[in-house]
């Protein structure tokens, strides 16, 4: 194995397993709420739309903390900054659990507390995911990219495939030590973010140069190749942080990002729900639910590899987002509950084949403080989807009794992603490396051409 093939392949066995466990955890944190929307709703009298708008208004805390939390990440090191995010979310995910308690203490409504809490999650989080892709920039070149931001992404699909069962099952433990089962999802979900956040300080490595786990020609070489591919960016354009705010071209990756992330939540927060509509148990909705995630991760494992060995982003984005747009388009029409999960399925590979493929985007053009920056910025912004999308399925859902028109909603917020790709100006030459025709994998198998 080359120096090359050898240094990535340390550093993707390295990172991308840790990281892939963090983000499992914060993405099931985020979205359990679904789950617990199953028994926890009547519980707390919510609402269709209160339900939605208590989903989605963590995304409005996320929009405001997002780009202060991945600048201070740039500033102290990702590992102290992400063992204090992972510490705030595992507490107040865990709070969640005592949401009636904290109401009868405070005399707010439990929808109220509802409410505060997440925005609470929205706002201890804020800073993570950027910070994370953030971080990869530092660590792999732009050829290597795609991949493994898929690799990283795929901890959303498996968040579900994993944890939709056991989310389900814990739905089971209603009743025990006087808790619902909704209770006891919150707390037990709610650990391992504790933990992981210690585990941080001991484990994560912030920049190359501090990489003792590197042998001295694989550091060096990978100090060297970075430098190299900085350099090549700032020759055509250096950006400041401010510049990096207000770009276009970050702007316009942010609506791209908003349209994947409208059709990803809206249906994250409700798939429970329309699945149990069919009639299911609750821990068959869970292994049902799971369906959709596990093409999406296919979806986004191989799409993300084919966009690094074509180097090609723009129609890799449109196409998937296509796909996802027009799956969950088709299961609006559908009543039948096998050709619906099999429309949501086909959907599942375009929301999440697109994910990975549209953070290459700002990596190819932005670097230094001006990268953290921008992907916080392109990410608090598409994450305002986050509430749009539950929210206008809760409150299309109350005012028509069905999920259909609220899915058909989703598919238009997909295509206006696909449109904002379509219009976008992205420069590939930026991703190459002058005197490097070749890149092998980081895993050693495959070679890419950019």
């Not at 500033?75 to 063992?83: K, L, M, S, Y």
């Not at 109220?112 to 792999?140: D, M």
């Not at 060096?220 to 591919?229: C, D, P, S, V, Y």
């Amino acid at each position: 194995m080359d120096l090359e093939a050898r240094t990535l392949h340390r550093v993707t066995i390295r990172l991308i397993p840790f990281l892939m466990l963090c983000y499992f955890i914060a993405y099931l944190d985020r979205v359990n709420v679904g789950f617990a929307a199953l028994q926890m709703n009547k519980a707390l009298d919510l609402s269709a739309s209160a339900f939605g708008f208590g989903a989605g208004v963590f995304f409005i805390a996320y929009f405001f903390f997002e780009v202060p939390s991945n600048l201070l990440l740039e500033r102290f090191g990702a590992r102290r900054w992400i063992a204090r995010i992972m510490f705030t979310w595992g507490i107040l995910a865990g709070a969640m659990a005592f949401i009636p308690d904290l109401a009868r203490l405070t005399g707010m409504s439990a929808a109220h507390v509802f409410f505060g809490l997440r925005i609470l999650l929205g706002v201890a989080e804020a800073g993570f995911f950027p910070g994370i892709i953030f971080l990869l920039t530092l660590w792999f070149p732009a050829a290597y990219r795609g991949r493994v931001v898929g690799y990283f992404m795929a901890a959303i699909p498996l968040s579900t495939v994993i944890g939709g069962p056991i989310s389900g099952a814990l739905l089971s433990l209603d009743g025990r030590g006087g808790l619902g089962g909704w209770q006891w999802l919150y707390l037990i979900e709610a650990l391992p973010a504790l933990l992981l956040s210690v585990a941080v300080l001991f484990y994560l490595t912030d920049k190359p140069a501090d990489a003792t786990w590197l042998s001295d020609d694989e550091r060096n070489w990978l100090l060297a190749r970075q430098k190299q591919e900085r350099e090549h960016r700032e020759a055509v354009r250096s950006f400041s942080v401010k510049e990096a705010l207000i770009n276009p071209r970050v702007l316009a990756i942010a609506l791209i990002y908003f349209g994947a992330n409208a059709t990803n939540y809206g249906l994250s927060f409700f798939l429970p729900q329309i699945i149990k509509s069919f009639g299911l148990s609750n821990l068959q909705t869970g292994f049902v639910t799971a369906l959709p995630y596990v093409v999406g991760l296919i979806g986004m494992i191989a799409w993300g590899r084919r966009s690094d060995r074509k180097l090609e982003r723009r129609w890799h984005v449109a196409i998937a987002l296509l796909i996802a747009a027009g799956g969950i388009a088709a299961a609006a029409g559908l009543d039948n509950p096998v050709q619906k999960m099999i429309a949501l399925s086909i959907a599942g590979f375009g929301i999440f084949g697109c994910l990975p493929v549209i953070w290459t985007l700002p990596a190819a053009f932005l670097s230094g403080a001006a990268a953290a920056g921008g992907i916080a910025a392109i990410n608090s912004l598409g994450n305002l989807a986050g509430f749009f999308g539950p929210f206008a399925m809760g409150w299309i859902k109350d005012s028509s009794g069905g999920f259909g028109a609220g899915l058909l909603c989703l598919a238009g917020a997909g295509l206006v992603g696909v449109a904002a790709v379509l219009l976008l100006h992205h420069d590939t030459s930026l991703e190459r490396t002058h005197g490097n025709p070749h890149a092998q994998a980081p895993g050693g198998a495959g070679v890419a051409r950019p």
